[in-house]
């Protein structure tokens, strides 16, 4: 089945840089690959996702990137602030709406 | 628009006992699946339902169980909990077909004793 490995697994920058988190995955026949927010407490919020017909996709300060041929996709945040403290997930599915196969988190720190 | 439903938000069961949790699907949204997330971990996948059938399975015994109502809501059943079972358990909801947004829950926290 599916594996995704999601790194680092902490990750602390100052308010106003920027925040990279990367993953990989092994099933070359996996299309879907999602990004979630989650806070202490709740569920997980999408962010934002990308399919393999895409190379990347911004949405304001987020984007993602997907690399196929080296089946890895990345978290790109700008201009951080401290409201985007929270651990993130990213996840990849074979079948887009079909069950997802989550890292295990980046916890991200925006120091003030 | 009111999103993913999960109830109850938080449970205490004795090992051994049966649990049932809850879930109302986002407002047109007729696929539903369940996941497990240990704590500091990601969520994994249990099972997906769609038309009232479960149509995709993760690696979980048959303890964990499921079903799908016509107005698609779900429920998660586990029997003869175990210590392990312990965890936040999420519902997702989603159209079906490929690539649809899935979105989750606030989950339901179960705590095994």
């Known amino acids: 089945g599916e594996n995704v490995e999601q790194h680092p697994s902490t990750l602390s920058v100052q308010e106003g840089d920027s925040a990279v988190i990367k993953c990989t995955y092994s099933?070359?026949?996996?299309?879907?690959f999602p990004w979630y927010k989650q806070e202490l407490g709740k569920g997980p919020q999408l962010i934002i996702d990308?399919?393999?017909?895409?190379g990347e996709k911004k949405d304001q300060r987020i984007a993602v990137t997907l690399n196929k041929t080296a089946k890895h996709f990345s978290l790109h945040i700008t201009e951080t602030q401290p409201e985007d403290s929270a651990v993130y997930f990213c996840?990849?599915?074979?079948?887009?709406?079909?069950?997802?196969?989550f890292g295990k988190g980046t916890h991200l720190i925006i120091q003030p | 628009d009111a999103g993913v439903t999960q109830s109850p938000t938080h449970l205490i069961k004795t090992r051994g006992q049966q649990v049932t949790l809850r879930c109302s699907p986002k407002?047109?949204?007729?696929?539903v699946s369940w996941y497990q997330q240990a704590l500091g971990q990601g969520p994994q996948f249990i099972f997906q339902?769609?038309?009232?059938?479960?149509?995709q399975r993760g690696n979980f015994p048959d303890r964990f169980s499921g079903h799908q109502f016509p107005n698609y809501s779900s429920e998660l059943n586990v029997n003869a909990l175990l210590l392990g079972d312990s965890a936040l358990y999420l519902c997702?909801?989603?159209?079906?077909?490929?690539?649809?947004?899935?979105?989750f829950g606030e989950g339901s926290w179960l705590t095994v004793v």
């Open positions: 997702a909801s989603s159209l079906p077909g490929l690539g649809n947004t899935i979105y």
């Open positions: 099933d070359s026949a996996s299309n879907y």
């Open positions: 990308i399919r393999s017909n895409v």
């Open positions: 996840a990849a599915s074979t079948r887009g709406a079909d069950g997802l196969t």
């Open positions: 407002s047109g949204h007729d696929t």
């Open positions: 339902y769609y038309e009232e059938e479960e149509r």
